[in-house]
């Protein structure tokens, strides 16, 4: 089945307490991309990528890293978590960045509580 | 600056009512532009895509790029439609969501 998974699901976790968000597609798709959804704000890009080693901030990047070693998977790293980063975290993936090609599956999500 | 605008964070209609939800967007070069929808609980799905030009679920969108807006529409809600919608231009690398409507079709 095609899909986009994210790993662990729910997190509560400490401020300070370096942590990672996996993220797989099983699609080959090229685009990848985390996004963090608050109430009121809507969904927020952090960061995206266009293809393995490739990667570029969204629009909200502080606070948080990424990698593309291989092209299924695109981690969200927090290094020192603080509670500002208490969220609802989705990773989606896309063939490709335009054009017809630009719909986005997302993951189920990751809730972030950071006491 | 990419910019998108969903006026209202909730809309309110009764069941049988037509349904507007409300994009504009501030966009350089030519986006395509994407509505996706998150029911209660579950992940983001796209719902259409303005190159398709498809209905889905009786939903339909027109893109305006004179008012560079693209309204979502149907015109009988059903209650199975209450869910959060967002609007998204797609057309670079960097992607910019709406803040989103929350839709709430009263039975």
């Known amino acids: 089945e095609a899909q986009v998974t994210q790993n662990p699901r729910y997190l509560i976790t400490v401020t300070g307490k370096k942590l990672t968000v996996t993220c797989s597609q099983n699609?080959?798709?090229?685009?990848m991309s985390w996004y963090r959804q608050d109430p009121g704000l809507g969904l927020r890009q952090i960061y995206y990528?266009?293809?393995?080693?490739?990667?570029d901030k969204g629009d909200v990047p502080e606070g948080y890293k990424v990698s593309r070693k291989e092209k299924r998977n695109f981690p969200l790293i927090l290094e020192s978590p603080s509670p500002n980063q208490t969220s609802l975290y989705f990773c989606?993936?896309?063939?490709?960045?335009?054009?017809?090609?630009?719909?986005?599956?997302f993951g189920p999500g990751t809730r972030l509580t950071v006491l | 600056a990419q910019r998108v605008t969903q006026p209202e964070k909730l809309l309110s209609v009764f069941k049988g009512a037509p349904v507007e939800l409300k994009c504009n967007y501030s966009?350089?070069?030519?986006?395509?532009l994407f509505w996706y929808v998150q029911y209660s609980r579950q992940r983001l799905q796209l719902l259409l895509r303005?190159?398709s030009r498809e209905s889905i679920k009786g939903f339909t969108a027109d893109l305006n790029k004179g008012e560079t807006s693209f309204h979502l529409k149907k015109p009988f809600a059903q209650e199975e439609d209450s869910a959060m919608y967002y609007c998204?231009?797609?057309?670079?690398?960097?992607?910019?969501f709406g803040t989103g409507t929350k839709l709430q079709v009263i039975p």
């Open positions: 303005h190159i």
């Open positions: 989606a993936s896309s063939p490709q960045a335009s054009g017809s090609g630009g719909e986005q599956f």
């Open positions: 990528s266009m293809n393995v080693e490739v990667t």
């Open positions: 966009y350089s070069g030519s986006p395509e």
């Open positions: 699609m080959n798709h090229e685009y």
């Open positions: 998204a231009p797609f057309g670079c690398q960097k992607v910019t």
